[in-house]
C-alpha cells in the first residue's frame, strides 16, 4: 500500500523568503506526481504533474522536483507571496493499483 | 469550457438518512474518482467509475457506492450516514485516470 508523507506539517515565513516542502512515498511504482493547492474549505488546484520518467517541471515561480528510486518530490516556491499562503498537498499516482494516494499535507502562512 | 462542477455544495444530513451527491467532468474526461477528505487529512480515494463500471475502490464500506452515466457524469450514494462520514467530498475527471482534475467539493454535515 502506497504511503505518502508530507513535511513539515506546517510552515510559517516572511513574505519574499523561499519556500521547501517534502513530499516522500514508499512504493517507487508510480506513473506521475502531482502537486495540489488547497485553500481552506475548498476543492484542489493542480500546481504541478511530474510524470514518472521526468526529474522535475517548472512553472513560474514553482519548481517541483522527483527522484523515483528513493521515493522523494521537493516543491520549490520562489519569493513567496502572502497570497501563496494554503494548504500544498502531494499525491502519487501509482502503477500497481490505479489510484491517487494522497499525503496530509502542508499548511504555508506567508506574513506579511 | 467548464471544469469538474459538483452539487449540492453544501448539505446537513441526520444519521440513519441516506445521501446523493453529483459530479459533472471536465469535458472530454470519461474518469471520474471520488474522495474524501476529514477536516485536516489529505483526500481519501472512495472509487473510480470507467465506462460506467466501478474500476477501483479504494478502503471504503458497501454503505458507499457509486454509479457513471452515458455522458460520463457520476453519483455518490452513501446510505445509513454516520457522524464520521462528515467531510469534504471530492470528484476528479481524468481521462483514463492520469492527471487529475479536481472539483469544489460538497461539503456533507452528518448530525
Known amino acids: 500500500k502506497q504511503e505518502v508523507t508530507q513535511i513539515p506539517a506546517a510552515l510559517s515565513v516572511p513574505e519574499g523568503e523561499n519556500l521547501v516542502l517534502n513530499c516522500s512515498f514508499t512504493?517507487?511504482?508510480?506513473?506521475?506526481l502531482q502537486w495540489f493547492r488547497q485553500d481552506p474549505g475548498k476543492g484542489l488546484t493542480s500546481l504541478l504533474l511530474?510524470?514518472?520518467?521526468?526529474r522535475e517541471q517548472t512553472s513560474g515561480r514553482l519548481n517541483a522536483s522527483l527522484d523515483k528510486s528513493s521515493g522523494r518530490s521537493t516543491l520549490y516556491i520562489a519569493a513567496s507571496q502572502p497570497g501563496d499562503s494554503a494548504t500544498y498537498l502531494c499525491?502519487?499516482?501509482?502503477?500497481?493499483?490505479?489510484?491517487?494516494?494522497f499525503g496530509a499535507g502542508t499548511t504555508v502562512t506567508v506574513r506579511a | 469550457d467548464a471544469g469538474v462542477t459538483q452539487s449540492p455544495t453544501h448539505l446537513i444530513k441526520t444519521r440513519g438518512q441516506q445521501v446523493t451527491l453529483r459530479c459533472s467532468p471536465k469535458?472530454?474526461?470519461?474518469?471520474v474518482s471520488w474522495y474524501q477528505q476529514a477536516l485536516g487529512q489529505g483526500p481519501q480515494f472512495i472509487f473510480q467509475?470507467?465506462?460506467?463500471?466501478?474500476?477501483q475502490r479504494g478502503n471504503f464500506p458497501d454503505r458507499f457506492s457509486g454509479h457513471q452515466f452515458p455522458n460520463y457524469s457520476s453519483e455518490l450514494n452513501v446510505n445509513a450516514l454516520l457522524l464520521g462520514d462528515s467531510a469534504l467530498y471530492l470528484c476528479?475527471?481524468?481521462?483514463?485516470?492520469?492527471?487529475?482534475?479536481f472539483g469544489p467539493g460538497t461539503r456533507l454535515t452528518v448530525t
Open positions: 476528479a475527471s481524468s481521462l483514463e485516470a492520469y492527471e487529475q482534475y
Open positions: 512504493d517507487s511504482a508510480i506513473y506521475n
Open positions: 511530474i510524470q514518472s520518467s521526468q
Open positions: 499525491a502519487v499516482f501509482s502503477s500497481n493499483d490505479y489510484k491517487l494516494s
Open positions: 469535458s472530454g474526461h470519461d474518469t
Open positions: 467509475y470507467y465506462e460506467e463500471e466501478e474500476r
